[in-house]
């Protein structure tokens, strides 16, 4: 029985073309500057994204944490959104590794009142921290920032001598929804995280983009917390396959989450986000008093979910196909009429 898997974009697997670059990949010491599959997938991703540098890293955590390091000091402060993936998804790295103070700001959908943003930038005096960086993240949690929101909190940043740092882990499903290029958002921000694992089908990986000179300390830092490896271009070949054609694909799965909408929404007890629901990603609700029993009745199906949490989301990626939706409504539908 095939496994279907909607828990995430991130269990995609290497292509045949993927595992095959892995195969023949030209290997050098990452450390010493000479791995040959690392360098041109920085250097890929650089130029995609219009910035000076690039650096390979194990994870988005590592990425984001990087760049937190690199733009700030100890006691500095960060202003993110109180949602997004820096703050509730990497295990408070922030106050361990770059030592600074997350100022969570309330958003709606993501937008922040830019009014209240230049209110709460706090200039580092006797009694206040220093607003060193700003964050977004676009796509967020399924919906995408617009292109002039990211331009109205660059210009604020640069009024106040402040950096910005994107987490684009899903970047390149946010450009496709808002039909513009990926460097029409890394042009906004002065450093990017973009994550090859989700939706791209790399084993691993992420990559962080900025200028030579905050490259130059992040690489400082990656081999302080021990993510300088050596013959990694094993995991970089498949990297530059993400980067020149499976980003380029990633509308299927948008068109698959649609699909996923369109079954869904016929039971009379879901209830669709349609605001967070503009990439691959479907959150929904379910009221119904078995709801929180679903992710356990579909396991006997090989069909994997995330239990409900504050809501359910199904992940549409590589992989899976109508068919695939085909079976997941129908054991739904027979699980809630048995219930």
């Not at 250097?43 to 955590?61: C, D, I, M, N, Q």
């Not at 709460?120 to 949690?141: H, Q, R, W």
């Not at 993510?227 to 299927?252: D, H, N």
């Given at each position: 029985?095939?496994?279907?898997?909607?828990?995430s974009?991130?269990?995609?697997?290497?292509t045949?073309?993927?595992?095959?670059a892995i195969?023949n990949?030209?290997?050098?010491?990452?450390v010493?500057?000479?791995?040959?599959?690392v360098?041109?997938?920085?250097?890929?991703?650089?130029?995609?994204?219009r910035?000076?540098?690039a650096l390979?890293?194990?994870s988005?955590?590592f990425?984001n944490?990087l760049a937190?390091?690199?733009?700030?000091n100890?006691?500095d402060?960060?202003?993110l959104?109180?949602?997004?993936h820096?703050?509730l998804h990497?295990?408070a790295?922030s106050s361990?590794?770059?030592?600074?103070?997350l100022?969570t700001?309330?958003?709606?959908?993501?937008l922040?009142?830019?009014?209240?943003?230049?209110r709460?930038?706090?200039?580092?005096d006797m009694?206040?921290p220093?607003?060193?960086?700003i964050?977004?993240?676009?796509?967020y949690n399924?919906t995408?920032?617009?292109?002039?929101y990211?331009k109205?909190v660059?210009?604020i940043?640069?009024?106040?001598?402040i950096l910005v740092h994107?987490?684009g882990a899903?970047?390149?499903n946010?450009?496709?929804?808002?039909?513009?290029e990926?460097h029409?958002l890394?042009c906004?921000?002065?450093s990017?995280n973009?994550c090859?694992s989700k939706?791209?089908c790399?084993p691993?990986?992420?990559?962080l983009?900025?200028?030579?000179e905050m490259?130059t300390r992040?690489?400082?830092f990656?081999?302080?917390?021990?993510?300088a490896?050596?013959?990694v271009g094993?995991?970089?070949?498949p990297?530059?396959?993400s980067?020149?054609?499976m980003?380029l694909r990633l509308w299927e799965?948008?068109?698959l989450r649609e699909?996923?909408?369109?079954?869904?929404?016929k039971?009379p007890f879901?209830?669709?986000?349609?605001?967070?629901?503009?990439i691959n990603?479907?959150?929904?609700?379910?009221?119904h008093?078995k709801?929180?029993q679903?992710a356990q009745?579909?396991?006997q199906?090989?069909i994997w979910?995330?239990p409900?949490?504050?809501?359910f989301?199904?992940a549409?990626?590589?992989?899976?196909?109508?068919?695939d939706?085909?079976?997941?409504?129908e054991k739904?539908e027979k699980?809630?009429?048995d219930?």
């Amino acid at each position: 029985m095939k496994k279907i898997d909607l828990r995430s974009d991130t269990v995609t697997l290497p292509t045949p073309e993927m595992m095959q670059a892995i195969a023949n990949a030209k290997l050098g010491d990452d450390v010493f500057g000479d791995d040959i599959e690392v360098l041109e997938l920085e250097a890929l991703a650089a130029t995609l994204l219009r910035k000076e540098a690039a650096l390979f890293v194990p994870s988005g955590t590592f990425g984001n944490q990087l760049a937190l390091m690199s733009h700030t000091n100890s006691g500095d402060e960060v202003i993110l959104d109180q949602e997004c993936h820096i703050v509730l998804h990497e295990t408070a790295a922030s106050s361990q590794l770059a030592k600074v103070q997350l100022f969570t700001l309330e958003s709606k959908d993501g937008l922040w009142d830019l009014e209240k943003l230049k209110r709460i930038i706090k200039p580092g005096d006797m009694f206040s921290p220093k607003t060193a960086l700003i964050c977004i993240e676009n796509a967020y949690n399924g919906t995408v920032l617009p292109v002039e929101y990211m331009k109205n909190v660059f210009d604020i940043a640069r009024t106040h001598n402040i950096l910005v740092h994107l987490d684009g882990a899903r970047l390149f499903n946010a450009a496709i929804t808002l039909g513009v290029e990926p460097h029409e958002l890394s042009c906004h921000a002065d450093s990017i995280n973009i994550c090859l694992s989700k939706g791209l089908c790399s084993p691993v990986g992420s990559i962080l983009v900025g200028s030579k000179e905050m490259i130059t300390r992040a690489r400082r830092f990656r081999k302080m917390m021990g993510g300088a490896m050596r013959q990694v271009g094993v995991l970089a070949a498949p990297g530059k396959i993400s980067l020149t054609k499976m980003r380029l694909r990633l509308w299927e799965d948008h068109e698959l989450r649609e699909y996923m909408e369109s079954k869904l929404e016929k039971f009379p007890f879901i209830r669709i986000n349609k605001t967070h629901n503009k990439i691959n990603l479907l959150f929904f609700d379910i009221l119904h008093p078995k709801a929180k029993q679903l992710a356990q009745a579909l396991e006997q199906f090989n069909i994997w979910i995330v239990p409900e949490e504050k809501a359910f989301r199904f992940a549409a990626h590589h992989g899976l196909n109508s068919s695939d939706i085909d079976f997941v409504v129908e054991k739904m539908e027979k699980f809630f009429q048995d219930a």
